[in-house]
């Protein structure tokens, strides 16, 4: 049971570089959420997507761009990488909306280092 | 902004001891739930609570939702080092978004 996938799973970045970070889920789950874990902090909502082709921004979007052109994927870019993004990075999954209290599934995270 | 409290921080305690755990906000939940997350990994759902004075049991791990919805419990009879792990709660306060805590960072010695 793959369950929600995220890779990489460590990454060292430059100031202003890009990235994406890739995230796929095999439950046909129609709901799909990017986080940002930082030290000491809880996790904060950068975008979620309620379906192929709809994505609406979070708590803490700046910086950061979403797609999602089919259920399973959720792409995750970087465009100008700051140090200010140095975090870890969830990616979830639920088969309905995780805050009318549907189980959210976690991928196993992107630690993400910007120097 | 709502916001989810956390007590406390870490806690650090002998295998075979009890503890609780706490989770606080001035505003009322909708609904709350309870992850575990073990280093390198995402958390997992332990629980959801939805009605006021709800408790309910996870073998030896006890959530208790508070009777005015404001406040959760989570209590661990005779820890184990398996229970080493940071839980963190989440709370829905019906706009729509769900709400992580800071989280308690536990550390069960064997």
């Known amino acids: 049971n793959a369950g929600v996938t995220q890779t990489p799973k460590f990454r060292i970045l430059k100031i202003g570089q890009s990235m994406t970070l890739q995230c796929t889920q095999d439950?046909?789950?129609?709901?799909m959420y990017w986080y940002r874990q930082d030290p000491g902090m809880g996790l904060k909502l950068i975008y979620y997507s309620v379906g192929a082709g709809i994505t609406d921004k979070g708590e803490v979007p700046n910086g950061y761009n979403v797609s999602r052109s089919t259920t399973e994927d959720f792409p995750l870019r970087l465009e100008l990488a700051a140090p200010s993004q140095t975090s870890v990075y969830f990616c979830a999954s639920s088969r309905d909306r995780g805050e009318l209290r549907e189980k959210l599934f976690f991928g196993s995270g992107t630690q993400l280092s910007v120097l | 902004t709502q916001l989810l409290e956390q007590s406390p921080q870490f806690l650090s305690i002998q295998e075979g001891e009890n503890l609780t755990v706490y989770c606080n906000s001035s505003s009322v939940f909708s609904s709350l739930q309870w992850y575990r997350q073990e280093p390198g990994e995402g958390p997992v759902l332990l629980v959801t609570?939805?009605?006021?004075?709800e408790v309910k049991k996870l073998k030896r791990l006890t959530f208790q939702f508070g009777d005015a919805r404001k406040d959760s419990s989570l209590h661990i009879t005779a820890a184990q080092p398996g229970d080493t792990g940071l839980y963190l709660c989440a709370g829905n306060f019906g706009n729509e978004k769900l709400t992580f805590g800071t989280g308690t960072r536990l550390t069960i010695i064997p």
């Open positions: 439950m046909n789950h129609n709901y």
């Open positions: 609570v939805v009605t006021g004075g």
